[in-house]
């Protein structure tokens, strides 16, 4: 069992709810001087993040600093609320202030009035109901979208229409209800155990779901094509599926084992189902391919902060399309809202932490119309942010915002080639 991280929950709230009393152990900051109440609430956005290890994260303090002052003259209170104790985040606070109202709650008093088993962000009204609950660290743009009256906690219906719909519309997608931490075998497929995949038409109406135990594998809403790379732990553009094979539907795929497997037991296990239920067989060839080729350009300096020191938390990635948003926190898969591959000039916005160059790519890859090959030669961790998604082609942002340089040009790459 994963018990709450902020311990037992006795209140379960949803959006629309009345933001609760929000106690706490002691006010560290206050940007106007005087102490936080929940009377506050009234006639102001308010955005509550929830950050138990703040001394560990000082890139993702810097954001929020960045933040506060974008806002500074809107109707948004920012509160930081942190768990540490005061011997190791007062010295620390003093070199490295944070902005806005900071508050200490070491009991976690604050994060289990809000119903939260994990850590994320919860912005609340100025009517004082909780507008809906955000990854561990809210960004600018979803906190100018909740002043603006742009967000929903509706997901778009299936459908490239549809999701062309929401993103016409400007909308940004706020949880209805806080993240429930997850239960082995929450997810397990409920098949008799056998080495036989199973596959169905999805029955979900919203993004896929990746799930996975010591004995099962279970992708839900994915096409044909997208669980194939997955599978095989590729990119699409580096699979040569028989025609008509990826009908562009949505499937549920499970493979659920007799026994628990190591993780490379239970990939070759998932790659064998796979060629049994389809009749394929697959071999690998190299092919010259047109594809993105990364470099930076000698004399060009590259335009990411410096490394994060070792141990700082990942907050995992966002990453967007102009017709779509694909989410991911830690190690975990995208949610993907559309599968079809696209453009690198069509990528809207992108932003990782502690990442390498190769995560980048990767990362980009999984979702491109061809292969992304790395030729930079950096080594090291970053932070990357490209964002300004209405400001027009990828490819020119990433030089602009980064340094890094993208060229389609011919290279040899490994494909996967299965047939029937």
Request: charged content about 20%; some cysteine.
């Amino acid at each position: 069992m994963f018990p709450p991280f902020f311990g037992p929950i006795s209140s379960r709230l949803k959006a629309g709810d009345l933001a609760p009393e929000l106690t706490f152990g002691k006010l560290l900051h206050s940007p106007v001087g005087r102490a936080w109440t929940s009377a506050n609430f009234a006639g102001h956005f308010t955005l509550l993040n929830f950050c138990p290890n703040t001394t560990a994260n000082p890139a993702p303090v810097a954001r929020w600093n960045a933040m506060v002052q974008q806002f500074a003259a809107q109707p948004v209170h920012f509160l930081w609320i942190t768990a540490e104790d005061e011997s190791a985040l007062l010295p620390w606070l003093t070199l490295n202030p944070v902005d806005g109202w900071v508050l200490q709650d070491s009991t976690h008093r604050a994060a289990r009035s809000f119903g939260l088993e994990t850590p994320q962000s919860v912005i609340v009204g100025p009517n004082c109901r909780i507008l809906g609950y955000d990854h561990l660290q809210c960004s600018e743009q979803t906190v100018r979208a909740a002043v603006e009256g742009r967000t929903t906690t509706i997901r778009p219906k299936p459908g490239l229409a549809a999701i062309k719909e929401f993103a016409a519309a400007d909308r940004v997608l706020l949880q209805a209800e806080p993240t429930i931490r997850p239960q082995p075998g929450d997810h397990r497929p409920k098949f008799q155990p056998s080495y036989r995949l199973h596959v169905s038409p999805s029955q979900h109406d919203s993004a896929a779901g990746n799930f996975s135990g010591p004995d099962f594998r279970s992708r839900m809403g994915y096409s044909v094509g997208a669980f194939m790379a997955d599978a095989y732990a590729t990119s699409p553009s580096h699979l040569d599926l028989p025609a008509g094979f990826d009908d562009g539907r949505r499937y549920d795929f499970a493979l659920v084992l007799p026994k628990p497997a190591s993780r490379g037991e239970m990939s070759h296990r998932l790659q064998e189902a796979v060629q049994d239920h389809y009749g394929l067989t697959v071999t690998r060839e190299n092919r010259a391919l047109d594809t993105y080729v990364m470099t930076v350009p000698e004399g060009t300096e590259l335009v990411v902060k410096p490394r994060l020191k070792d141990g700082v938390l990942n907050y995992g990635i966002s990453f967007s399309f102009r017709t779509s948003t694909v989410i991911m926190a830690g190690d975990s898969e995208p949610e993907r809202l559309f599968d079809a591959p696209a453009p690198l000039s069509d990528v809207g916005s992108i932003s990782m932490n502690n990442a390498t160059i190769d995560d980048l790519c990767h990362c980009l890859e999984t979702h491109l119309d061809r292969p992304l090959i790395d030729e930079t030669n950096i080594k090291g961790s970053f932070d990357f942010q490209v964002k300004d998604a209405a400001a027009g082609d990828f490819i020119q942002r990433l030089r602009d915002q980064l340094g890094l340089v993208v060229t389609v040009a011919p290279r040899s790459v490994e494909m996967l080639v299965f047939r029937r």
